[in-house]
């Protein structure tokens, strides 16, 4: 599968266009997303994963009003994760990224999990990055299947139903953002 997918934000003016290829248990993706809170900003991101969907590396770089700001995210085979070279042991156990804002990083859990027909809930650790400052945390989910395509998503407080297609990408994040379009180039 590959498309190329724009999404919108429905809580405030923000937008994402990703190209997205997904090859048996792989994924890779390169996006440009746009927003305007704090304040206006560019972020441009590659994302790859490892077998079984688990991140790899990606590759992120935020223009706004500061300036332009890098960040290099790696994953190795044995689960160790730097951010630009530097060692992040408070993300063991982490097998994806959560980009804020993109609808993208929410398709690699929910396809290793098998959750788009249903299942168990699963508790994820994944290497959340902030925009548009890059800042890397470790932000603790709750992915929960609901059937037909949705899941339930909770982190802290926070809690919204996801809708997928059959690929696994993001069709509507309820009350956050919604796919404007997604087609095979």
Excluded at 73 to 89: F, S, V, Y
Excluded at 107 to 116: A, D, E, F
Excluded at 124 to 151: C, H, I, K, M
Aim: charged share 25%; net charge negative; aromatic share 8%.
């Amino acid at each position: 599968m590959e498309r190329l997918a724009v999404w919108r934000g429905l809580d405030e003016w923000r937008a994402e266009v990703a190209h997205v290829r997904i090859e048996d248990d792989r994924l890779t993706a390169t996006g440009t997303q746009l927003g305007l809170t704090p304040e206006p900003y560019r972020v441009d991101y590659s994302l790859t994963t490892a077998p079984a969907f688990i991140t790899e590396t990606v590759e992120l770089s935020a223009l706004r009003s500061g300036g332009l700001r890098r960040l290099r995210l790696e994953r190795t085979p044995d689960g160790l994760w730097t951010a630009d070279d530097r060692p992040l042991p408070e993300l063991d156990g982490a097998l994806d990224t959560d980009l804020h804002n993109s609808p993208v990083f929410n398709t690699m859990p929910v396809l290793r999990h098998s959750m788009l027909g249903g299942g168990e809930a699963r508790d994820l650790v994944t290497a959340f990055v902030t925009v548009p400052d890059l800042e890397v945390t470790r932000s603790d989910q709750r992915y929960t299947p609901l059937g037909n395509g949705s899941v339930n998503y909770r982190s802290g407080d926070y809690t919204a139903d996801i809708h997928f297609d059959d690929d696994g990408l993001v069709t509507l994040y309820e009350d956050y953002l919604e796919l404007l379009r997604g087609q095979t180039p």
